[in-house]
């Protein structure tokens, strides 16, 4: 009897351990990646993201956010999050110039006049045409940025012939935009943009209003020419490595996904809340706005119109037909023009009047 006892306790114990065991392994431990500086909006809003996952997941999932490229710097976010060095990414189209050559439209300047709308209209855009250029991944949520717009350090711009021949920061097809207004594109990546403009690698930039203040840049920039009209940004995407995401149990997917839809909006407010920021803490340093007449914008507009015609060839070059860019061009100015309408109903601050 007393061997009985001391063999069913034994056969309890090895259970109970064994049962331990198996739940400890079923905390799955992922990466999130993000080339962005700490204290980035960007960075703080995943931050609240990982955060407010985490909970929902349970244990049965736990986010580690790295930011500051600690893991990942910007252009090799991409190629990292498929070859598994991060879990999750985030980083925006520019920095991998092709590998995502569709999404790349929201770098056109195709009429983006903020962050919440930009981001609307991208996700928009990607649940419609479900590109290819991703399926090596499990897209989670798209973003862009507010417009970009010319910052300069030391020179106003107020004509397209005052900005001739200078170097300005731009990357992707955001350069080719500062190369059809006349500039030098410089692609430095936005974490070293403060020290390479002190070292006079270049003489502004092409970026939203929020990095004067995120990045710290007002106070080397003095001029700001408000080009929002051309409404250029940079698209930004999380995704998360395909064969990661294949391997979560469908509940867990379930809740991820859920949880990043009904995140979205509240990034694109974020946008446009710090590009309002960065517009107030750059006037209150002493920098100026320089505005552009009608005429002298319907100039800049012209400038850059020939980009949509390289863009439609470079697609076609990558098996899309003519009809289907076209479509896509299309469906992106229609989404903006609805977004905008509903920006305002909704009474979403902005940073430019329009």
Not at 58 to 80: D, R, W
Not at 89 to 100: D, E, I, K, V
Not at 223 to 241: E, L, P, S
Request: aromatic share 10%.
């Amino acid at each position: 009897m007393r061997k009985k006892t001391v063999s069913s306790i034994l056969a309890v114990l090895f259970l109970f351990s064994t049962y331990s065991l198996t739940l400890g392994a079923e905390v799955i431990k992922l990466k999130f990646a993000n080339y962005s500086p700490p204290m980035h909006m960007n960075s703080t809003i995943m931050a609240k993201y990982c955060e407010e996952l985490n909970k929902k997941l349970a244990g049965k999932v736990e986010i580690t956010h790295y930011t500051g490229g600690t893991l990942l710097n910007g252009p090799k976010m991409a190629a990292g999050v498929s070859t598994g060095i991060a879990d999750i990414g985030l980083s925006h189209t520019a920095y991998s110039r092709g590998r995502f050559p569709a999404s790349e439209i929201f770098e056109l300047p195709i009429g983006i006049p903020s962050g919440w709308v930009g981001t609307r209209v991208a996700n928009d855009f990607h649940n419609k045409f479900n590109l290819k250029e991703w399926d090596a991944y499990h897209p989670l949520m798209f973003s862009t940025s507010p417009p970009n717009v010319l910052q300069t350090i030391s020179k106003q711009v107020r004509t397209l012939d005052d900005l001739r021949g200078m170097k300005i920061r731009g990357t992707g097809r955001v350069g080719d935009i500062v190369k059809n207004l006349g500039a030098v594109p410089i692609p430095v990546e936005t974490p070293d943009l403060y020290e390479g403009m002190k070292r006079g690698v270049c003489e502004g930039s092409f970026l939203p209003l929020e990095v004067l203040k995120s990045l710290k840049i007002a106070e080397i920039e003095k001029y700001v020419t408000a080009t929002w009209k051309i409404g250029a940004a940079n698209a930004f995407y999380v995704v998360m490595n395909k064969q990661k995401w294949n391997s979560l149990h469908p509940d867990v997917q379930k809740i991820i996904s859920d949880f990043s839809a009904d995140f979205i909006p509240g990034w694109g407010v974020e946008w446009n809340k710090v590009d309002i920021e960065g517009r107030d803490f750059f006037t209150k340093l002493g920098g100026k706005v320089i505005s552009l007449s009608d005429a002298e914008s319907a100039r800049w507009v012209s400038a850059i119109e020939p980009m949509f015609g390289d863009f439609k060839k470079d697609l076609v070059s990558k098996g899309f037909t003519a009809g289907e860019v076209d479509n896509m061009i299309r469906y992106v100015k229609e989404r903006i023009d609805y977004w905008k309408a509903q920006e305002k109903v909704q009474k979403v601050p902005t940073a430019y009047q329009y």
